[in-house]
């Protein structure tokens, strides 16, 4: 009866957990978010101020300036779609990089965003390849070798290879691996990112499956 009693609470604690969970990370990214842009901190105060020129109620001016706000955002992005995309994005690049102390933050950011352009170039660039441990048996996973370069460490010829982090692309590690361990894995970037977006789902798309 215990082990009975014991198996339907556990099932429900199962079926329970992701919603549970779900709820938790809803509740943390809130509080998260609510840290950095409330109505209590510095950005929220000036959202607030903004707001207050149209309602003298404290909360509708801090919504009306974070629709300010989403609205400029907006109009940036229908003056990028309709092709000013250089001149929006050259102007902001230069204003970041200029601000004191913050210029090589906004720098190594500016550059993180932009490999999550379709059409950046220097993300094109880059071939994917295979890097294998132990042999031509042994485990091989999949990296962006930014560059052909081979460098010198101690005798032996390396590649430096960048693997992302799944289901998260951006991230990931930068890996020096034996050159002779690096191999051309005649896949394009959009099929190495679909791969690592999916976690492996996308794969049998890019790569010969076996039937059983």
């Known amino acids: 009866m215990l082990r009975s009693i014991v198996k339907c609470f556990l099932a429900g604690v199962v079926t329970v957990l992701p919603l549970a969970i779900t709820v938790a990370v809803v509740g943390w990214v809130t509080q998260t978010v609510s840290g950095f842009l409330g109505p209590r901190t510095m950005l929220g105060g000036l959202l607030e101020k903004m707001g207050l020129r149209f309602s003298e109620e404290p909360w509708i001016?801090?919504?009306?300036?974070w629709?300010?706000?989403?609205?400029?955002?907006?109009g940036l992005g229908v003056l990028v779609?309709?092709?000013?995309?250089r001149f929006v994005q050259g102007n902001l690049d230069r204003i970041g990089r200029k601000l004191p102390m913050l210029g090589g933050?906004?720098?190594?950011?500016r550059q993180m965003m932009g490999m999550m352009d379709k059409e950046?170039?220097?993300?094109?660039?880059?071939?994917?390849?295979?890097?294998?441990?132990?042999?031509?048996?042994?485990?091989m996973f999949l990296a962006l070798l930014p560059t052909p370069e081979k460098?010198?460490?101690?005798?032996?010829?390396?590649?430096?290879?960048?693997?992302?982090?799944?289901?998260?692309?951006?991230?990931?590690?930068l890996i020096f691996v034996p050159a002779a361990s690096v191999k051309p894995a005649n896949l394009s970037v959009?099929?190495?990112?679909?791969?690592?977006?999916?976690m492996g789902m996308s794969a049998p798309q890019f790569l010969t499956s076996v039937k059983n």
């Open 61 to 65: 001016a801090y919504v009306i300036g």
């Open 67 to 74: 629709a300010f706000v989403l609205a400029l955002i907006f």
């Open 81 to 85: 779609e309709f092709g000013a995309k």
């Open 105 to 109: 933050i906004y720098g190594t950011v």
């Open 120 to 139: 950046n170039s220097d993300l094109k660039g880059m071939s994917v390849v295979f890097c294998t441990f132990g042999g031509d048996s042994g485990a």
């Open 151 to 173: 460098f010198l460490i101690g005798e032996v010829e390396y590649h430096a290879i960048l693997i992302p982090s799944a289901p998260v692309p951006m991230g990931g590690s």
């Open 190 to 198: 959009d099929a190495f990112m679909s791969m690592y977006v999916s």
